[in-house]
């Protein structure tokens, strides 16, 4: 008997030592997605893309795991003035010469952990899936608080020709010049957490 009591005990303190897991709802309205894609020489083109749905867990102040979907058929550009222009790239990058969202009308971040930097940010990894194609990314984020709200800002960084986005890559094609298209495609990240 006094060695069940013994264990019980001993399970009861071990679970009270245990980091409390909380689950974060990701604002998707208050978020903010800004994409960045350029030329080697030349043009650039920024736009937005929404998040449709997300969570985050925090154990203790460490996040532990996450994911977040991209609704890819929401892609809009922001830096062409005129529609007819504006609409023609749009439509380009909805084609499947780059994302070709009829068929991948989404795309996934796991986060699979986090650790702090010595500045205070926190260094998140994970897997991004584009084009049903997952490979590892690493990015730092700055979180602030306001009461049960967090907002993680950072800039993501990541190499569109793994994706199989190909259009006017030097990877896949010769002799491009100045029509060549960076593969590195940035994107601005404001996520709102709840």
Request: aromatic content about 10%; cysteine-free; proline content about 2%.
């Amino acid at each position: 008997m006094k060695r069940i009591f013994f264990i019980l005990t001993v399970s009861v303190f071990a679970v009270a030592l245990l980091p409390a897991q909380k689950k974060f709802v990701a604002d998707a309205a208050a978020t903010n997605i800004e994409w960045h894609g350029h030329k080697i020489v030349g043009a650039s083109h920024t736009g937005n893309i929404d998040l449709q749905s997300g969570w985050l867990v925090l154990e203790g102040n460490s996040v532990s795991g996450g994911e977040f979907i991209v609704d890819m058929n929401s892609i809009k550009n922001s830096d062409v003035k005129d529609e007819k222009m504006r609409d023609r790239l749009v439509g380009h990058l909805k084609s499947d010469d780059f994302f070709g969202v009829e068929k991948y009308p989404l795309s996934k971040l796991v986060i699979t952990g986090s650790s702090k930097t010595p500045d205070g940010k926190t260094l998140f990894k994970g897997n991004l899936t584009i084009k049903e194609a997952t490979h590892p990314v690493e990015f730092t984020a700055t979180e602030s608080k306001n009461g049960g709200v967090l907002t993680y800002t950072a800039d993501i960084n990541f190499d569109r020709s793994l994706y199989d986005v190909r259009f006017g890559s030097g990877k896949f094609f010769s002799n491009l010049g100045d029509n060549a298209i960076v593969d590195e495609i940035n994107l601005k990240v404001n996520l709102v957490v709840k």
